[in-house]
Each structure stands twice: as structure tokens, then as C-alpha cells.
């Protein structure tokens, strides 16, 4: 671990300052963060402590829920608001890591946790995300816990996290502060980058600026499932996951709100999937149709290519769920 | 007094039935249980000497000659003080037993993730960061990495042939022809390997991280260049070995020449990433059964034909067909094993080094020869067992394998079960049981221990070690019987080479040849006893510290008088295992339902019922069968190391990425033992246990899926997308 300073903030203010330069990064549970600096893949120099800010709170507000950013996600899970109102975001959260994980790790961290590409992790082979230019190790290596959807030449890292998916299936939005003290409301679906040619630059995260808060709409249906599919029982990353939110009128679908761990460089969701299953009646047809059109532009590897039928199967066995 | 045993023979007497104290055979607590769990134990790297300096080894990350290019520039950074590469420093960890340096030399990467230099700083903060700065350049060299392309020489492959094969094949009523594959697998004991070396004199103390002493100081002595007599290892509790601590590694080595070169005491503990490619692993296997069966589903062919792989010049290679020698009766057999020369990490022995996946798979074939027979599987085993040895005519020393199949079946309720797959369904959930047959050659090895007697009590004294199985107490257990002392009055001393040399452990040979050894010096201690009352030995009754000889009764204080009693046993192995064939056996039991959506797995039950002769502590016993029914777990449904194709490195080299088993993957397990008594096996008639339920167990749960779901994975792990495969 390359040595570093460290600070530890009372003022929001204060911490965005601190954490304005090329080399500085904001630290919360460190539950990634740390493993990546022991590895040296990442090498801050300084580092912004910002359990001390007072982001530690959830609070319900007229248009749903403010989540502050170092709510661990133990706490997450547990809120009974939460639990009630959103649940989809609690099975996600519980869904992920481990117990003694889940209590370390913060809402805002879990959102900019990085991949878990065995090559990102391996500072003596090849990968675009770690050190741009370097090539990727990935491509014709292999292949397991990668995406399938959003990816490019350059780079097939996956997203690992479980309550991101949860939240760009609830139209989350992240609250970003700056060194200023300006503030600014993100939409997650504007909020993180495809990596293109430019897989080191995940978000739309400005120099120095900080998420203090997640906001989640009232919940556009009743009828919320999280499926996560894995190589064990617990504290796996998703092989593929899914995220429904969803309502019913009529016999038919109202509002679809699917979203998808284990396929994306993102944490993936596609506004052509619920299109169109909104208006529609259930049947096998129309979920085989939301199959193929998820994964229409799929870009599968040998280590890759079961995501697709696994994918649509997921799928297909939570809309069953979710319309029944 | 040394008593000595070499076991030519079986046993006359059965001494242990008798149980004067009580304590032998039955339920005992770890002596060293509260210290573990309260962390008072202290490991390898926590005996931290007054000075010590903090090493870091660092990778190769090709193949081929290897440079430092920035060595000066690391040895200023700040705390630094030396960086290490030396001709000394091992390529690779010694085998099990080796007793002589493993290949040395790092100015040369055999394979990707080799050490090959090792930084020292004054801080372990210091020492790993200037390690991650050291640039090392190596490369350049090709080598086939991926099974199937690697040369296999003539002297790498052995075959045994017996009858006519290749007709039995063809004439049989049903036969079998499949080949199954299983991946590398790692030890991933908790404790990661670590080594604190001190020079004091010319003398080196070595704390590490090992399981087989007396072997680990000719390892070191002989890298680095003194004689054994001037080496001490202490080892007196070790976190898991799983055979990945069997030969010393190199942080051992480095550990020892830098603390030389400096001066001063050096730490080095192996990062959790070094601990998957450092240390050697179990090579992954190429496994062709074909199988012949006569219209009674009798055996008539049986041939196996594995392919291992190693680097060029290791001698070990994965003996698969261990069992597959003596498993089952048929007339007509072929049996071939190759090695192929792979640039992968070496590989070496992992927890029960060959039937784990020899045994595995042969059992999968078993099933599968077993529905086209039209048989159930339990029966089809039953009608193969051989009366003796197949291959060589010697009988077995004890044989409980239909035992073990019929009080098993019945525990588990086997007799319930339909015989077609696909028959019972909750939700998206397919439901099947499956079972499998286990064995596991039983060995003995040479083993001494001296045992004091004194007023205060007991004292056993060896170089064995204690590496989580249960050895202090059972030795203790062993002991405490054989001369009369409750268990809290015996101390069993474990983990020192100045105590006189155990078996070490491995090969779960432990407890019945270190236990013997123990006996042995009680024996002997008991005829000093005896002859101060005047008395046979075997006449002499010993309980709660009094001796009885007849209608004399004494304190055993009074009778031992001025000074203490000692007694050294010395057991040998001995001619007996040319007169018979002796293994364990065992039968397992699994339940699972598959997804029909995902094609995840989930073991429901699990069951185990094994004869492994006199169980000398039930609860250590069922200890180590629970962990080998999780390893059966793993190596069914989740465990491989991956090696890039590329350039064979271990890519999934940490436990997020590497799946062990987790708690919410382990239901509950349920595990017999048979009442055995095995002559062969020594005075105590006990046989090792800790490696059997690995045996096989992850064959019962691949035949449980194919029970459920029709799908017969035959490539292991059998993760969601292999079973899917099948499903879809």
C-alpha cells in the first residue's frame, strides 16, 4: 500500500475540498477501496474520511426517500420504510456480500465500487480500466464474471453491484456535492458511463465531488422481486440478477421497471424492455419477447455466453413471479 | 527405554476394549480449544521476536530469465533494507515428505506467480509496498499451459494390466466409455503460510506454518546450507495444512536467509493471493472410465486412464487410481496413469491427494453403469465388492464396505427412493438423491514420542503436529487411558523439533501411527510400573492415578517414587501392508434440488457412515468428517482454480473469487461411524479418518442432480451454467 495522508472532516465543504485533486479519493467503509489500495491498483495519496459529515440518515420526504451516503447497507436493508415501501432495494442489498461486509459497506460506496474482473485486480497483466492503453487481459482470457451488454472493445468489466440494480429499477437519483458547495441531482441512468474507449472513467463524477445522498421516488409498483442467480448461496457476485418493479391493472402489465445485475458494465436497465411489456397481458410470448430484446445487442465471450440463455430464463421466471 | 513396534502382523490383543480410565473412544473437548478461540494460541507469525524485520515475497509475472529492473531504487525506499534474490530461494515448495530442498533458484520463473525476490523493510507497510514497486522482468519463455498440450515422456506414464481388457469391453452386456475432467484445486487453509526465522550461533529457530517436522528441518537446513542438528522448528499450532504445509514453501527459505544476511529476525507471511499460486495445488485430472458389466451387473472390464499434470521435474503426480486398484472385483482390468509437464503452479498433494478425485469420478461412472444396468446403485456396489485384493492376491485387513452401504442406505432412507430420474418436483425445484461409495488407503509412518510419568502427572512430548484436526486430543485421550490419569492431568506437547520426530501430519496417518507411538511409550512405562508391583504388564490395571496388580492397589505416586517414569515409543511400519490390502471405506448419501430456471444446485442432506477401525475420539472424528464432506461439496458444485489460457497463471487467486463452500451451502451433514476393528492397523486397531469423506462424497451429490434433472454433469464444479447446459 503506497503510503497516504489522511483526513477526517466535520464540514461537507471541508471534505470536498480536501478531496479536489487528481490523487485524492473520499473513503466511507472502505470495504473496497482498502483491498484495491493493499493490491496498489489503486494508489491515493490523501484520503477524505467521510464518515464524520452527518450523511449517516434516511429520511422520508415528499417525493419518497433520502438515503444519505454512508448509510451502511446493514441499515439500508433493515429500515422498515425500506422494507415496506421499496423492498426490492432491501432483497438486493441482503442479496450481496456478506454480513460482516454489508455492515462496513455505505450506500455511496457500494454505487462506485469497482469491478471484480480478476485482471482489474492484477497489476502484472493487461487492463484499460486499471492503466489506460494497456490493453485488456479479459478479452482472450478468461471469462466469467463479466458483462455481455454495454461493453466495447476496450473492456468487458462488469458492474458487480446488487443494490444499484435494485435502485435503477426504483428511478433512483444520486445527490452530488462539489468543493463549492453546489448541488446537483443525477439521475442513475445518467450517472454512470459505457466504458467506450474510456473504461477508467466510470461516472459523470466530477474532480472533488462527493454523493451525499441517493433519492429514491415513490416506487412506481406494488410488485417487487430481486433474483439473484449465483455460483453459491451467499457471498457470490451475480451470475445474472433482476430487478422488477411493476404494477398490474387490469390484467395488465401498468408499469414494468426491470433492471439487471451480472450483463452490464452498468448496472443495466433498458427503457426498450419495459416499453414493451407496459400495456400488455402476461404470457410466455411476451416475456420471450422481452428476452430477445434485452439481449439484442449482446456481446458474448466463450466464458460469457451462457448469460444469454441464463439471462432470459431469470427473466422470464420473474415476470411469472412478478405478473402472477 | 524405547519400546518398539514394526507392525508385520496383526494384533494378538485388543487391549483398548478393556477401558480401565474410560477416556479412549469417547467424546472429548480439545485441550487446546479455549486457547484457540480466545486467541491465546499463538500461529507461525505470532511470534514476533524483539527486532524482527518484515519480508515481502514478490511474483514473477511471465515465464522465462528473470530481472530486477529497479532494484537499487527499491532498496532506497524508505524502511527498506534489503531486497532478496538469491539462488537459495526455492521455485517451488517441497513435496510431502521430500526431506531435501525443493528446487532452488529464482534468477530463472518456471511459471507465472513464482517468487522470486523477497523485499525487507523495517514496517510490514513498508515491505509490501515497496514489493508491489519492485519491477520484475521475466518472459520470454513458452510452455505448454494447457492440459492435453504438455509432453508426457515415456517414464511419466504407468500401466497395470490385468486379464483381457479390450475383450471384456467388447463381450460385456453393458459397458461404459466417458471421460470426466476435474480442475485445480487449492488447500486455502485459513492460516496463511508464514515463517519467522531467528539466528542465534550459527543455529537457526524457524516458526512456521508446517505439518511434517522432522521432514521441514531437512527441507530448510538443506536450502539454506547447515546441518540439520543446527535447525529448530517450532510449529505448535498450525491453522489448516490440507497438505499445502506438508513441504516447506518460500517464505520459509526466504524468511531464513534474509534473517541470516541481516542479522536480525525476519517475518514473512504469504499474502492471501501468494497462498493460491505459491503453494503447490492439486493438478487438475483427465479421467477415462470404461466400464464392462455382465448381465448380473457383475464387473467383467474395469479401466481407468487419468492424465495429471506438473512442472518439469516433479515427481508427484496426482495418484489418481490409488483406489481404483482395489475398489471393486473384475476380472479384466486396465489401469493407466500419465503425467504431462504443464508451466502451471507445481502441483502437489491437497487433502486426500487422489481418491478425492479419483474415487469422485470413478463413483459418477459407477452410477451411470449402474442405470444402464437397470440396478440400483447401492446393490450394483454390493455385487462388486471383491473378496480380496483384485490385483495382487493378498486379502484385505478388514472390509466394511457393505457395512457401510447397507446401515447408510438405511440411516438415509434410501429404500423411499424412485429408481428413474426426474420424478419428484416443489416449484421450479427438480428433487433426487444419489450416493457413492468411499475409500481411502490407509498408511502408517514411522512415528516416535516420549511420555513422562510424575506425581504431577503426564507429559507427552513429540514433533507432531496439531494442524485443527485434533491431535492434542487424542494423544492426550491415548495417554490419559493407557496410564491412568484423567485427561486434565496429561500435557501433550506437539510442534517442536527438539521432541523426538512424529509422523507429522498427512495422509491421515496421524493419530494411529503418532497415537501408536504414544501407546507405545505408555506401554513401556506401564512395565516399569508392573515390575515395581511385582506384576505383568497386562496384568496391571491403572485408573485415576492408582495401580492395581491383583488385590494390590497403590498410589501410582507412591509407586513411582523419586523421580519420574519416561518411556519412548518408536513405531515402524513394518511388512504388513505386502500380506494385505488395507484401506477405510465409507457410503455416502445426498439429496439436492435443482433449479429449473438457473440450474443452481442446493444440497439438502448429506449423509456419511464410514469404517475406518477404532474411533479413537467421536467428536474429533465427525469433525474432520464434516470437513470433508463441505471439500465434497466445494469440489462438486463450486470450487476451481482457474489458470489463464494463456500464460497458466491463477487468475481467481483469493477467496471472494475462488468458491469455497459458505455456511448457507453446508445443511446440516450426518455422519457413523461402523464399529471396526482392523488387527492390521496396531496395537489400538485405529485407522485414519481425516481424508475419507472427501472420497467420494462429491460423486454422491453429482449423482443426486442427475437423479433430479436428468442432467449428468461429467466436468466438474457442476456450476448453474454447466447444469443449465443440460437442462436447456
Redo the contacts between chains.
Keep these: ?3 497516504f495522508d489522511l483526513t477526517r472532516p466535520e464540514e461537507l465543504s471541508a471534505a470536498c475540498r480536501d478531496t479536489n485533486g487528481e490523487n485524492a479519493a473520499f473513503i466511507a467503509g472502505g470495504t473496497n477501496l482498502i483491498d484495491l489500495m ?3 491498483v489503486e494508489t491515493p495519496g490523501h484520503l477524505t474520511d467521510i464518515s464524520r459529515l452527518g450523511l449517516d440518515g434516511i429520511e422520508t420526504d415528499a417525493q419518497g426517500l433520502r438515503i444519505g451516503a454512508t448509510v451502511t447497507n446493514s441499515d439500508l436493508a433493515a429500515d422498515t420504510r425500506v422494507r415496506e415501501g421499496w423492498p426490492v432495494l432491501s432483497r438486493a442489498l441482503l442479496a450481496g456480500a ?1 454480513g460482516q461486509l454489508r455492515n462496513k459497506a455505505t450506500t455511496g460506496g457500494n454505487l462506485l465500487q469497482r469491478t ?1 474482473c ?2 482489474f485486480y ?3 497483466t493487461a487492463c484499460n480500466k486499471r492503466a489506460p492503453g494497456s490493453g485488456c ?1 479479459a478479452l ?3 471469462q ?2 463479466h458483462a455481455i451488454l454495454g461493453t466495447s472493445d476496450h473492456c468487458i468489466a462488469l458492474h458487480p453491484s446488487d443494490m444499484a440494480v435494485a435502485m435503477r429499477a426504483l428511478d433512483a437519483s444520486v445527490e452530488l456535492c462539489d468543493a463549492e458547495g453546489e448541488s446537483r441531482r443525477v439521475g442513475l441512468e445518467k450517472f454512470y458511463r459505457l466504458p467506450g474507449k474510456t473504461p477508467e472513467r466510470e461516472t459523470h463524477l466530477r474532480p472533488g465531488e462527493l454523493i451525499t445522498a441517493v433519492h429514491l421516488p415513490k416506487a412506481g409498483g406494488d410488485r417487487q422481486v430481486y433474483r439473484k ?9 451475480a ?2 440478477s433482476v430487478a422488477a418493479v411493476l404494477r398490474m391493472k387490469g390484467g395488465r402489465i401498468a408499469h414494468a421497471a426491470l433492471a439487471f445485475g451480472g450483463l452490464g458494465t452498468q448496472p443495466w436497465r433498458d427503457p426498450e424492455v419495459d416499453a414493451l411489456l407496459e400495456g400488455e397481458t402476461p404470457s410466455q410470448a411476451l416475456f420471450d419477447k422481452a428476452g430477445e430484446v434485452l439481449m439484442r445487442d449482446a456481446v458474448v465471450h466463450e466464458g460469457t455466453a ?1 448469460k444469454v ?2 439471462g432470459k ?2 427473466l ?2 420473474v415476470l411469472k413471479e412478478v405478473t402472477a | 527405554m524405547t519400546e518398539e513396534l514394526k507392525i508385520d502382523g496383526p494384533t494378538q490383543a485388543r487391549p483398548e476394549d478393556a477401558h480401565a480410565q474410560g477416556v479412549l473412544s469417547r467424546e472429548a473437548a480439545r485441550p487446546d480449544g479455549p486457547l484457540k478461540v480466545s486467541g491465546r494460541a499463538a500461529y507461525a507469525a505470532e511470534y514476533l521476536p524483539e527486532g524482527a524485520a518484515h519480508g515481502v515475497l514478490v511474483r514473477a509475472p511471465g515465464r522465462g530469465k528473470v530481472r530486477l529492473a529497479n532494484r537499487a531504487e527499491v532498496e532506497a525506499m524508505q524502511g527498506v533494507l534489503c531486497v532478496l534474490h538469491d539462488d537459495r530461494m526455492v521455485r517451488n515448495a517441497a513435496q510431502g515428505t521430500a526431506n531435501e530442498a525443493p528446487v532452488q533458484g529464482v534468477e530463472w520463473a518456471e511459471y507465472v506467480g513464482q517468487p522470486v525476490a523477497l523485499v525487507v523493510a523495517e514496517t510490514p507497510e513498508q515491505a509490501s509496498h515497496a514489493a508491489a514497486r519492485l519491477r520484475v522482468e521475466a518472459g520470454g519463455s513458452k510452455g505448454a499451459v494447457t492440459p492435453g498440450e504438455g509432453e508426457v515422456t515415456d517414464e511419466d506414464v504407468t500401466t497395470s494390466e490385468t486379464g483381457d481388457f479390450e475383450a471384456a469391453m467388447r463381450e460385456g452386456a453393458q459397458t461404459l466409455d466417458a471421460t470426466y475432467t476435474t480442475p485445480s484445486h487449492v488447500s486455502a487453509a485459513m492460516e496463511p503460510h508464514a515463517a519467522i526465522a531467528e539466528w542465534k550461533d550459527g543455529c537457526l529457530t524457524l516458526h512456521s506454518a508446517l505439518q511434517m517436522l522432522k521432514f521441514n528441518r531437512n527441507e530448510i537446513a538443506d536450502c539454506v546450507g547447515v546441518d540439520p542438528g543446527n535447525v529448530r522448528v517450532l510449529a505448535p499450532y498450525v491453522g489448516g495444512g490440507f497438505g499445502s504445509k506438508l513441504g516447506i514453501s518460500a517464505e520459509a527459505v526466504a524468511a531464513a536467509l534474509a534473517a541470516r544476511d541481516l542479522g536480525r529476525p525476519v517475518r514473512v507471511v504469504q499474502t492471501r493471493r501468494q497462498v493460491f499460486e505459491v503453494n503447490t495445488r492439486r493438478s487438475e485430472t483427465r479421467q477415462r472410465i470404461r466400464l464392462a458389466a455382465d448381465r448380473d451387473g457383475r464387473l467383467t472390464g474395469l479401466g481407468h486412464d487419468a492424465l495429471a499434470s506438473n512442472l518439469p521435474g516433479e515427481d508427484f503426480a496426482e495418484p489418481v487410481l490409488q483406489a481404483s486398484h482395489f475398489s471393486y472385483a473384475a476380472p479384466n482390468r486396465r489401469l493407466r496413469q500419465s503425467a504431462e509437464r504443464l508451466f502451471r503452479p507445481a502441483s502437489g498433494s491437497v487433502r486426500a491427494p487422489g481418491e478425492a478425485v479419483g474415487v469422485t469420478m470413478f463413483e459418477i461412472a459407477m452410477d451411470e453403469l449402474a442405470e444402464s444396468c437397470g440396478i440400483d446403485p447401492v446393490e450394483f456396489r454390493l455385487r462388486n465388492i471383491p473378496e480380496t485384493d483384485p490385483e495382487r492376491d493378498v486379502p484385505f485387513s478388514s472390509h466394511m464396505l457393505a457395512e457401510c452401504l447397507t446401515e447408510g442406505s438405511h440411516r438415509f432412507g434410501w429404500a423411499d427412493r424412485p429408481a428413474a430420474t426426474r420424478q419428484r418436483q416443489e416449484g421450479e425445484w427438480w428433487i433426487g438423491t444419489g450416493m457413492a461409495a468411499a475409500f481411502r488407503v490407509n498408511l502408517l509412518m514411522e512415528a516416535e514420542a516420549r511420555v513422562r510419568l510424575s506425581p504431577e502427572g503426564v507429559v507427552v512430548e513429540t514433533d507432531m503436529t496439531d494442524i485443527g484436526t485434533g491431535t492434542y486430543s487424542i494423544l492426550t485421550q491415548i495417554a490419559a487411558e493407557r496410564l491412568g490419569h484423567p485427561p486434565d492431568r496429561c500435557e501433550v506437547r506437539l510442534g517442536d523439533t527438539d521432541f523426538p520426530p512424529g509422523s507429522g501430519a498427512g495422509g491421515s496417518v496421524g493419530a494411529a501411527s503418532t497415537g501408536t507411538a504414544v501407546w507405545l511409550a505408555c506401554t513401556e512405562i506401564r512395565r516399569q510400573l508392573a515390575e515395581a508391583m511385582g506384576c505383568s504388564e497386562a496384568d496391571l490395571t491403572l485408573k485415576d492415578g492408582r495401580a492395581t496388580c491383583g488385590n494390590r492397589s497403590l498410589d501410582i505416586a507412591e509407586v513411582i517414587g523419586d523421580g519420574p517414569l519416561e518411556g519412548h515409543g518408536h513405531l515402524q511400519p513394518g511388512k504388513a501392508l505386502k500380506k494385505v490390502r488395507q484401506s477405510t471405506f465409507g457410503a455416502h448419501f445426498a439429496e439436492v434440488a435443482v433449479s429449473d430456471v438457473t440450474g443452481e444446485v442446493r444440497v439438502r442432506r448429506l449423509a456419511g457412515t464410514y469404517a475406518a477401525g477404532r474411533i479413537l475420539n467421536p467428536r474429533t472424528a465427525r469433525s474432520q468428517c464434516h470437513g470433508g464432506l463441505t471439500w465434497g461439496i466445494g469440489m462438486a458444485l463450486t470450487e476451481a482454480l482457474e489458470h489463464d489460457r494463456r500464460d497458466g497463471h491463477a487468475v481467481n487467486r483469493d477467496f471472494a473469487e475462488y468458491h469455497l463452500p459458505v455456511n448457507a451451502d453446508v445443511p446440516d451433514l450426518d455422519v457413523e461411524f461402523v464399529e471396526e476393528r482392523d488387527d492390521w492397523a496396531g496395537p489400538m486397531q485405529a485407522k485414519g479418518i481425516g481424508e475419507l469423506s472427501i472420497c467420494g462424497s462429491g460423486a454422491a451429490i453429482i449423482n443426486a442432480i442427475h437423479h433430479a434433472c436428468g442432467v449428468r454433469v461429467r466436468d466438474l464444479p457442476a456450476t448453474p451454467d454447466r447444469v443449465l447446459a443440460g437442462l436447456a
Design positions: 500500500m503506497r503510503p493493499k493490491l496498489e456478506s471484480r480478476p485482471y492484477d497489476t502484472d487481459a482472450k482470457g478468461e466469467r464474471n442467480v449465483r455460483d453459491r448461496a451467499s457471498y457470490a457476485f451470475l445474472v451462457f440463455p441464463l430464463r431469470v422470464t421466471a
